[in-house]
């Protein structure tokens, strides 16, 4: 790539996307493709006839109309197939507990975490208690989290003296090579960090701080993150006699990808996210299990293509299809995924295939593992049969691209499968906040402001 191409990429989103740009100025008369967004709500249904309106977080998904102006709308006629309206905060979503205005999801081990417990007086404040049991051992609510290699990852939590006033926070050995752990004195906030992480507890007045304790992963596993009550404020991990009343005040917890804690993020379920201060992203949230949509057949008629999508995956265990366009053995078909299968041919975090009368793909090997999820990304692929061109792009960067024979003919015209292949299997799991499809190669120019307006729809901020 020359200077002059580098440059114009890196040109500000704001700039290239100007006040006006809109993605309906990639479809011109003569053009094919769509352009979904769900942050349009109005443009969203629950059910695939287009009765229902889908407005609010947790809604099925049945019908998204595509605002391209090509008529190319894409629907689900079964119910249990229908992926689901998403609500995140604008700045990126960073929450990993389904659910974080409990402490529901988290299994008590010889503890229980009750809900509204009153605290303040008259009782005018309620938080989460951590009420340990009348057995001689640790004290805990745990919450498992499959980590990834190499990323690390904080817990971190609002917490109170109660009639125990020790707080300890615990990322275990299976994940993180040794106990990685944090002890906290809540009638002072000191703390005990452990070598190899990193922690504290940030004063928030009126005996509340919030404790955070944060260490890379080296292992890919399940593991179950801790929140402890003591007696003891000490290095120590071993557990004591429990009277089956005591414990401690705790709030708000955030588990992220991180080496420290970003403002909290308040999660009533997988489907709605808020934070404080900051507006939200709409997306269609995909199980991962039998979600997906289609459209009808799209005529068209050349034998080039870009797509560019917003997507946050959240995980990478399993391949899956943002976008297929015809099986990868059919003439003139195309395949945008995300991510692949570690240890096979789909061993990368993104790919893509594009066959003329011969397949070529192009994707992120498995070593990159900045890209592994969870993760909120800006993808785009361009592609070109009769020049043999694949050239793929992740959130502004440029990624290696391939040049291998595609054979000739056009993409042939068929119906576009969302979020599951053109068989039916390999379903995405995760949430689209946007997709384009042309039946162009763009122009760096105009595939420079896509992605900056799809970087809009999701929170990822391009370089």
């Known amino acids: ?20 740009w809109s993605p309906r100025a990639l479809f011109p008369p003569g053009t094919s493709g769509l352009w979904l967004d769900p942050s349009q709500r109005p443009a969203l249904f629950q ?5 229902i309106p889908a407005i609010a977080p947790g809604d099925p998904v049945g019908l998204v109309h595509d605002l391209g102006g090509r008529g190319n709308h894409a629907s689900q006629a079964t119910a249990d197939a229908r992926p689901t309206l998403a609500r995140h905060p604008a700045s990126g979503l960073r929450q990993l507990l389904p659910v974080s205005t409990s402490f529901a999801p988290w ?11 009153a605290i303040g007086a008259g009782g005018a404040l309620t938080m989460s208690k951590l009420i340990e049991n009348t ?23 609002v917490a109170k003296a109660a009639e125990r006033s020790v707080l300890q926070l615990l990322l275990p050995a299976s994940a993180f090579g040794s106990n990685m752990a944090g002890f906290f004195d809540l009638t002072n906030g000191a703390s005990i960090i452990r070598a190899g992480a990193s922690g504290g507890a940030i004063p928030l007045g009126d005996g509340f701080y919030r404790c955070w304790v944060s260490a890379p992963a080296s292992a890919e596993v399940s593991v179950d993150l801790q929140i402890r009550a003591h007696t003891t404020y000490a290095d120590t991990l071993a557990g004591y006699q ?3 009343v005591s414990g401690l005040y705790i709030d708000t ?3 992220e990808v991180g080496a420290a804690p970003t403002p909290y993020q308040a999660a009533t379920s997988v489907h709605h996210v808020t934070e404080a201060g900051h507006g939200d992203v709409w997306g269609l949230r995909f199980d991962g299990i039998d979600d997906w949509l289609a459209t009808t057949g799209l005529i068209w008629g050349s034998d080039a293509m ?7 995956k959240l995980g990478d265990a399993t391949k899956g299809v943002i976008a297929e366009y015809g099986l990868a053995s059919s003439d003139g078909s195309w395949t945008v995924g995300l991510p692949g299968a570690p240890g096979g041919t789909w061993d990368r975090y993104g790919w893509a295939y594009s066959r003329g009368t011969s397949n070529v793909g192009a994707g992120i090997a498995a070593t990159n593992t900045q890209y592994a999820g969870p993760l909120t990304m800006v993808g785009s692929y361009r592609a070109r049969i009769g020049t043999d061109t694949l050239i793929p792009r992740l959130n502004g960067l440029d990624l290696p691209s391939a040049t291998g024979y595609q054979g000739s003919s056009d993409y042939a015209s068929r119906p576009l499968r969302i979020g599951i292949s053109a068989s039916g299997g390999a379903p995405f799991l995760g949430t689209l906040y946007g997709l384009l499809v042309v039946n162009q190669l763009l122009s760096v120019t105009d595939l420079a402001r896509a992605e900056a307006w799809m970087a809009a729809r999701c929170g990822v901020i391009l370089p």
């Open 107 to 117: 299994s008590g081990i010889a503890a229980s975490g009750v809900a509204g417990a």
């Open 242 to 244: 429990g009277d089956g």
């Open 1 to 20: 790539m020359d200077l002059m191409l580098s440059f114009r990429l890196a040109l500000s989103a704001s700039a290239l996307r100007g006040p006006s």
């Open 135 to 157: 057995e001689d051992r640790a004290h805990y609510l745990q919450y498992f989290l499959t980590t990834t290699v190499g990323k690390a990852y904080t817990l971190s939590v």
């Open 306 to 312: 870009t797509v560019v999508y917003a997507a946050r």
């Open 253 to 255: 917890p955030q588990i």
């Open 47 to 51: 059910d695939a006839a287009g009765t």
